[in-house]
């Protein structure tokens, strides 16, 4: 039997926005629809996401929102998407910062694992991770829904 994968536990999905945020930090985070990421059922189910090279490279914790994202390298929205946290004059106050600290992969177009929970998309705009298999997209730090238009299936384990 294989060593299993390394994963950071105790991320949480927010049913606000629909989007994975990271609980520990959650007093920190920003939700695109609010106020705070919502925790309430952090109690009933957690998600861990990979931190080595099991699946999609370049997503990472937003020190500023707490959520997922995906970075598709280099400066400025097109790349790194828009954060909801409050925003400074500057043009760097508008896109996410990444916590240099842990890398994180997720498991992308992955439908034969069992263990893993289907569903999740990245947002075109905000590039947040967030969950699709609802009626509603989520709030989008940009307005409006969620935008899954180009975005690959993803999926991560539920603990």
Wanted: glycine share 12%; with cysteine.
């Amino acid at each position: 039997m294989g060593a299993e994968t390394k994963r950071n536990r105790g991320w949480a999905w927010c049913f606000k926005c629909e989007c994975l945020f990271f609980i520990d930090t959650e007093w920190l985070s920003y939700c695109p629809a609010g106020g705070a990421h919502d925790e309430t059922f952090a109690a009933t189910f957690m998600y861990g996401i990979n931190t080595e090279q099991t699946g999609e490279s370049g997503w990472w914790r937003c020190v500023r929102c707490q959520g997922l994202y995906k970075d598709n390298g280099g400066l400025g929205l097109m790349n790194t998407g828009e954060c909801p946290a409050p925003q400074g004059a500057s043009a760097f106050d508008k896109v996410h910062s990444c916590d240099q600290s842990i890398r994180y992969f997720v498991e992308k177009n992955n439908t034969g694992d069992q263990t893993l929970q289907q569903g999740w998309r990245r947002c075109r705009y905000c590039h947040l991770l967030f969950f699709s298999g609802h009626s509603t997209q989520g709030k989008c730090a940009k307005g409006a829904t969620h935008d899954a238009t180009d975005s690959a299936f993803y999926s991560i384990y539920v603990y």
